[in-house]
């Protein structure tokens, strides 16, 4: 599928209701055997982040709906996370590099969508935020996070919008990810390599939280 495809206002149509219905699928859908759970195919995740890569990098200008393919990336990533894996690898390797184009877009509901996408997969992140180093190191080494610090340069009193609201809860999440496990002792939790992993991610996190709080201190925050 290429993004002259999507020049096509019919085919574009048709590919919305698709991922409409995928969307609900996932959110209603249950099936107690995995092997038989079409949410779980990895060639789903793989075709939908393929198709937003190529819009992303064309002249086409499909901002609606790319937003809805980021909200079926985000509710299959929630759907296949797990403790063990966290999450998977095609979204780390796939999506995660694609944020700071999609939040570099003019368009106010995508930049919207990436925020909510960035959230998301914090959040899952912070469920086992030792374990998800790399994420937090991500997020800090491409750039999106100092442009979602870069949202609030545009904020005023009589100007709190939907997008600074939503990357106000991104942002927050990522200062502290205290959904998991990160603040338990680590002499706790197995033998002493454990500690060295808590150590390094007890660096990595206050590393990337000076780094937010001195974008902040460029906008009119408070």
């Given at each position: 599928m290429t993004p002259n495809d999507f020049k096509d206002s019919g085919k574009k149509h048709l590919i919305q209701a698709?991922?409409?219905v995928l969307a609900n699928?996932?959110?209603?859908?249950?099936?107690?055997?995995?092997?038989?759970?079409?949410?779980?195919?990895?060639?789903?995740?793989t075709l939908l982040i393929s198709i937003v890569r190529n819009l992303v990098k064309s002249d086409v200008k499909v901002p609606?709906?790319?937003?809805?393919?980021?909200?079926n990336i985000c509710l299959l990533c929630?759907?296949?996370?797990?403790k063990q894996v966290g999450i998977e690898p095609i979204y780390m390797k796939g999506f995660i590099p694609l944020l700071p184009l999609l939040m570099k877009d003019s368009n106010?509901?995508?930049k919207l969508a990436t925020l909510k996408a960035l959230g998301i997969f914090t959040t899952q992140a912070s469920i086992i935020p030792v374990r998800m180093l790399q994420f937090f190191k991500d997020i800090s080494e491409n750039g999106v996070v100092k442009d979602v610090c870069d949202v609030f340069r545009t904020i005023s009193q009589n100007n709190i919008t939907p997008l600074h609201l939503?990357?106000?809860?991104?942002?927050?999440?990522?200062?502290?990810p205290v959904y998991g496990d990160f603040y338990s002792f680590p002499?706790?939790?197995?033998?002493?390599?454990?500690?060295?992993?808590?150590?390094?991610?007890?660096?990595?996190?206050?590393?990337?939280r000076k780094m937010i709080f001195s974008e902040l201190k460029g906008a009119d925050f408070i």
């Open positions: 698709a991922l409409e699928v996932v959110k209603l859908g249950k099936c107690e055997d995995p092997n038989l759970d079409v949410t779980r195919s990895s060639s789903l995740p609606d709906l790319l937003c809805d393919l980021i909200e929630k759907n296949s996370f797990n106010n509901s995508l939503v990357a106000l809860q991104a942002i927050s999440t990522i200062i502290c002499w706790k939790r197995g033998p002493h390599d454990s500690i060295q992993e808590y150590i390094e991610a007890q660096e990595t996190y206050d590393s990337l």
